[in-house]
């Protein structure tokens, strides 16, 4: 599976983003689906995730409220809705597929694969 990351850009602290997570070559939809942000000298940190219904969704505390996930399988894409955004989510952003079928919500980088090249977000203050 490949993933194609887009949407990013610059905007002010307060606005709202849209980043779509395009899924190519594979089963994407068979499998939970997540978005992690890395910024300059920090870790991969997860954002967001979503089952591969769509029935369940999973959230960072610090983005919950603020982010929507979803997905359409017919169309093997992913959205992640960012509103309010601070200064503080400023980051590339990046989509991966689940490594197993029976995901339940981890948030660690390592139970996803097939990592897209990321999408640069930028909150100006």
């Known amino acids: 599976v490949q993933v194609v990351e887009s949407g990013g850009g610059l905007v002010q602290a307060g606005g709202s983003l849209r980043l779509t997570c395009a899924a190519s070559?594979?089963?994407?939809?068979?499998?939970?689906m997540g978005w992690f942000r890395q910024a300059p000298g920090k870790e991969r940190e997860f954002v967001s995730a979503?089952?591969?219904?769509?029935?369940?969704?999973y959230y960072a505390e610090s983005n919950k409220g603020r982010f929507t996930i979803s997905r359409d399988n017919a169309k093997n894409t992913v959205t992640l809705q960012m509103s309010r955004l601070k200064p503080e989510d400023t980051a590339v952003y990046y989509c991966?597929?689940?490594?197993?079928?029976?995901?339940?919500?981890?948030?660690?980088?390592?139970?996803?694969?097939?990592w897209g090249q990321g999408t640069q977000v930028t909150v100006s203050s």
């Open positions: 991966a597929v689940a490594l197993s079928l029976y995901y339940s919500g981890s948030h660690h980088p390592r139970d996803f694969d097939s």
């Open positions: 070559g594979g089963i994407a939809s068979n499998y939970a």
């Open positions: 979503i089952s591969w219904s769509g029935g369940q969704t």
